[in-house]
């Protein structure tokens, strides 16, 4: 449970640095404009104004970094995350030009290696030869090497690169691509295995998000099965519509997602086992997998078909995920994929002891124990009894209340755009003072990238 203490503590506080560049990168990239190239600074700034995303651009690598941010690469340029401008490469990643005049990036990717934590979660990048290491953006001693020496059997000029992590892999992997070959680099053993995945178009980055990999070529991508290459589903999409937020392409992003963020509140939130998060706020969810790969935003019913949208409260306890929606209960066995049990939904009534509607429910660690938050009362629920019955009933110090959650450092209450810290459920039963609210991060609910 160490990783969900870890996730919880950190999840408010990283959500905020996934936001699109700050004012911080921006001054960053400016000085690097001004003073480290005063000769180029009117080329550069031409050229960087001219790079528009917007209009389809052919990357030339794409990967996260440690922290979850993404960038695209193009040229000599970059862009941070799914808005903002072009900006310099070097503004970053500052000896991929000093080593190389940089022309361009062939292929980058985080490595994925939790064994070894001297490779782990590095962007490695490919320039030609050469392959540089990089960690919290600093380039690692002894880098740039020869391709060769890093990772041998893998061939020179490549096209795009991507981790591919135990479990998705069979073993922590690498996967290569050149023209139409794909080598499968296994990080431990340093074994090759080259394939050719005719089906596939030549990939000129590829990325993963979210334990999905994807081939992007052109202005479209596709996603593929990272050990056997299949294509399922409709492919190539474009990219625009996904990876970056453009006027005239959207995907719940465009008008109603605008609309739907302009007073955008918490339904429901809650976290599994595994740490990762999942917050509900009418028809979307976001998801929270690790800081390294930020929220992301889907549709509920694309996972949870049968609840679809309007979640009044969500806990995770057992494996399972319990949605409430209404006076009825959904149960979920949580795998890779969401089924549900069945039997379910059942109400509230039969499966919990209480009446619905409820406005919150929460679980503390291992403990038996679900609390209900109904109107300005806390119902303390036994799970491990049948049948399920009240077992303690306290007033809060609020009149309503529209998310919660609990970790190994407490409990977060959201109402509004606002959020509250208690130590435990009784501190925030027992407190006759409300803590200083935090504002939500607007990433948790999908608006403000
Ligand atoms: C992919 O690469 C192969 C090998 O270089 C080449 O023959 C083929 O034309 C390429 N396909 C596309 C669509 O560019
Ligand atoms: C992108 O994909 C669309 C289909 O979604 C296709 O019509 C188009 O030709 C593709 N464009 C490129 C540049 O690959």
Known sequence: MRLLSQTLCLCLALALSQAAPSRYDLMMADHYVNHHHPLLKDDHAHHGAKLDRCEGIEFDAITPDEKGNVF??????????YSGPAELANTYFKELDEHHHLGHVDAAFRMHYADDPTHHDHIFFFLDDHVFSYYNHILEEGYPK??????????????????????????????????????HYDIATKTVKEKVWSHLPNCTSAYRWLERHYCFHGHNFTRFHPITGTVVGVYPKDARNYFMRCADHGHGHGDSDK?????????????????????FSGKVYTRLDTHRDGWHAFSIASVWKEVESDVDAVFSYDQKMYLIKG???????????????????????????????????????????????????MLDVDLSATP????????????????SMCGPTGLKVFVGSEYYEFGSPVLMSSSRIRPSPHKIPLEILGCGH
Request: proline content about 6%; hydrophobic content about 35%; overall charge negative.
């Open 146 to 183: 020869k391709i060769q020496e890093v990772f041998p059997g893998i061939p020179d000029h490549l096209d795009a690169a991507v981790e591919c992590p135990k479990g998705e892999c069979s073993v922590d992997s690498v996967i290569f691509f050149k023209e139409n070959k794909v080598y």
């Open 259 to 279: 609309e739907r963020c302009k007073d955008a509140k918490l339904d429901a939130i809650t976290s599994d086992e595994e740490g990762k998060m999942y917050a």
């Open 388 to 403: 399920r019955r009240v077992l303690v009933e306290s007033p809060l110090p609020f009149s309503k209340i529209d998310a």
């Open 327 to 377: 006076d009825q209960v959904y149960i979920y066995k949580s795998a890779v994929h969401y089924t549900l049990i069945e039997g379910y939904p059942k109400s509230l009534k039969e499966e919990l002891g209480i009446e619905g509607p409820v406005n919150a429910a929460f679980v503390c660690g291992h403990q038996p124990t679900v609390h209900i938050i109904k109107g300005s009362n």
């Open 72 to 81: 695209f690469f193009k040229g000599d340029h970059l862009w941070k995350g």
